[in-house]
């Protein structure tokens, strides 16, 4: 059917992998004067120059491992750490995702500009074959950019997250047996997950009789918030310690008896220094009466 | 050319996880300070956003909020609704109830957020699931409006 080399030899990848280490050094001299290698290294042109090797040797590998459209590829490993360097230096700057996709897209255009120039000189093997595989090979690359950026990102957000947690959630201990958990940000199910555990745990080590939940810093109280704080309240109680939640203002008191919401048997005080003597004032009483009758 | 003022200013967002939530309340929030509302206004409409984001959540299974600056005839106002597609509310009187609940939780969200602004209203969504929208000013109008 097709009369294409019987034996002359080289598959594509092969061909294409040939042609990329052949032109190494134009094809890194050209890149090295595009915006996505010039912007990221910028010390001297050498640097880019190198770097842009390591690009093409890398794609080089991945295509004489034969697999053009695999994005896991062994032939990407050595580049990946000055991938993800790239791009994100490139979206550092404020460029979006598809900008960033289509600098390295750029990188494609170049090396099929030499595409004629090379055939010309060389083979007998029939015009533009190699350009499709190099196209399939470039598309590659570009997703496996975007992959590492998205993970990247995806690392950043869940790495924060967890900062975020551990960050907001302090108990300070005020006093002998007192202590206090100033909320900072929104309390849904899980942060307020934290919150309990860590202030139950406070209460066993400092032994404490008092505890003050200070929701200044909470911007918003509505109903799951405040089955929080009351699932707080209660299990603080069990372990012994009495519960005030100080920081409620103007307009949070307002809205939660709107919302119907039913506070009554919490102990609440508009400010933090009213709970503190809230509380001083129950450790008085303690002291005084420490057995309570009844 | 005829562009309704209204709809120019509309934000939809997605609503498919908690983390969706903080960003309904902080949209909320922006439009109202940026509208002039009073910080007891601002509290109570961002507390309503949330409380039927979360509903549009656990009961719809995620949906989508539009916000939408109004120019009413006494100043601007502040519209939020939100569109899910679940199974929709069987008994929307029995939803209103204060301590209704069939998400384990207070009960306290439909009724709640309708008496934390000045217009609500719950309608079928076209694709099947539940609309609810509700709508404040900045300046308040008198009690019972839109009720």
Known sequence: MTDGPPDSGLSSPDALSAFLRRRSEQIAQRWADLPLFQAVFTVTRDEAVEASHAVVASLADVAAGGRLDDLEAAGFLPVRRQLIAMSGSRSRSGLSLAQVDREFGALRDAVLDMLPLDQAGQDERGGDDLRLPLATLFGTLRVVVVETMLQENQEVVLRQRQQLLEMTTPVIKLWDRLVAVPLIGMLDSARSQVVMENLLEAIVEHNATVAILDITGVPTVDSLVAQHLMKTVASARLMGAECVISGIRPAIAQTIVQLGLDLGHVTTRATLADALEWAMDQRGRRDRDPRPLG | ?147
């Open chain 2, 1 to 147: 050319m005829t562009s309704v003022p209204e709809r120019a200013e509309a934000v939809r967002l997605p609503i498919r996880g908690d983390g969706d939530l903080t960003a309904v309340r902080h949209q909320v929030r922006a439009l109202a300070r940026e509208l002039g509302f009073g910080l007891v206004q601002q509290t109570k409409i961002v507390t309503a956003a949330s409380e039927l984001a979360r509903n549009t959540l656990l009961h719809g299974g995620g949906g989508e909020v539009e916000v939408v600056r109004l120019e009413g005839p006494s100043g601007p106002g502040l519209r939020v609704s939100f569109t899910d597609s679940g199974p929709g509310i069987p008994d929307v009187e029995r939803a209103l109830q204060d301590g209704f609940s069939t998400a384990n939780g207070l009960g306290m969200g439909l009724g709640g957020a309708k008496r934390l602004v000045q217009e609500f209203g719950i309608e079928q969504a076209p694709g099947g699931g539940a609309r609810v929208t509700i709508a404040s000013w900045a300046v308040s109008r008198p009690a019972g409006f839109g009720a």
